[in-house]
């Protein structure tokens, strides 16, 4: 596009007519670009209807989308998949000790941790409130244990600095397999009784889901 617009004012200082030809080869090149923008622009838009406004990780409305997608790589064997549930531990305390505005910078600091130390390829997304889920490709739940053991002594060795303080939080985790045979909302759930079993044993602690786990006093998804 840029060598015919120059040809055409070459063309025009120079006297000379505008060829009908080039005319239409500049006119065409101008729609192509417009319809260009206006593609990345819904992209971008769309993109940004995803994440969420706060902590910029995924958010909850491009959950379901990706756990249908590595749930069907499941059911092929192509990998397995571990579901995490993530739950900050005594945020009220820590919003209404400090502050909303603490309570948010707390929740941008660990989500940034998080995503820091993930695999590339692995997901965060906002669930809700304090509450975050982990999606582990090509892993076990005792793989995926290991990932979020990790994290989570991070977490409870990184102090969020908001202003002159420090705040320091913990989190728990629920763990769960993808199971081939079951809905992905049914194995969220399981991810969910496994974080309720952390909690329950005192916080701070990452629990596998199995079949023993108490359920949950709330539904997933």
Same mark, same amino acid.
């Given at each position: 596009?840029?060598?015919?617009?120059?040809?055409?004012?070459?063309?025009?200082?120079?006297?000379?007519?505008?060829?009908?030809?080039?005319?239409?080869?500049?006119? $065409?090149?101008?729609? *192509?670009?417009?319809?260009?923008?206006?593609?990345?622009?819904?992209?971008?838009?769309?993109?940004? $209807?995803?994440?969420?406004?706060?902590?910029?990780?995924?958010?909850?409305?491009?959950?379901?989308?990706?756990?249908?997608?590595?749930? *069907?790589?499941?059911?092929? #064997?192509?990998?397995?998949?571990?579901?995490?549930?993530?739950?900050?531990?005594?945020? #009220?305390?820590?919003?209404?000790?400090?502050?909303?505005?603490?309570?948010? *910078?707390?929740?941008?600091?660990?989500?940034?941790?998080?995503?820091?130390?993930?695999?590339?390829?692995? #997901?965060?997304?906002?669930?809700?409130?304090?509450?975050?889920?982990?999606?582990?490709?090509?892993?076990? $739940?005792?793989?995926?244990?290991?990932?979020?053991?990790?994290?989570?002594?991070?977490?409870?060795?990184?102090?969020?600095?908001? #202003?002159?303080?420090?705040?320091?939080?913990?989190?728990?985790?629920?763990?769960?397999?993808?199971?081939?045979?079951?809905?992905?909302?049914? $194995?969220?759930?399981?991810?969910?009784?496994?974080?309720?079993?952390?909690? *329950?044993?005192?916080?701070?602690?990452?629990?596998?889901?199995?079949?023993?786990?108490?359920?949950?006093?709330?539904?997933?998804?």
């Amino acid at each position: 596009m840029h060598q015919l617009a120059t040809r055409l004012l070459l063309t025009t200082a120079e006297g000379i007519p505008t060829g009908v030809q080039d005319y239409e080869l500049f006119n $065409s090149a101008v729609k *192509s670009l417009r319809l260009e923008a206006a593609t990345l622009k819904r992209e971008l838009d769309d993109l940004l $209807s995803h994440i969420d406004p706060l902590t910029g990780v995924n958010g909850r409305t491009l959950l379901l989308t990706t756990l249908r997608e590595l749930h *069907s790589m499941v059911k092929r #064997k192509v990998m397995p998949c571990s579901l995490v549930m993530m739950d900050l531990d005594h945020f #009220k305390a820590v919003n209404d000790t400090y502050g909303h505005q603490a309570g948010d *910078s707390v929740l941008i600091a660990c989500a940034r941790y998080v995503t820091q130390h993930l695999r590339p390829y692995d #997901k965060i997304f906002r669930y809700g409130g304090e509450e975050f889920v982990l999606t582990i490709q090509n892993a076990t $739940s005792e793989v995926a244990l290991g990932t979020v053991t990790h994290i989570r002594e991070g977490l409870a060795n990184m102090p969020v600095h908001y #202003k002159e303080m420090l705040i320091g939080v913990t989190a728990s985790f629920g763990v769960a397999p993808l199971d081939s045979d079951l809905s992905v909302e049914q $194995s969220l759930d399981h991810a969910d009784q496994a974080l309720y079993a952390a909690k *329950s044993e005192g916080r701070n602690c990452a629990k596998i889901w199995n079949a023993t786990v108490r359920p949950a006093a709330h539904t997933a998804l």
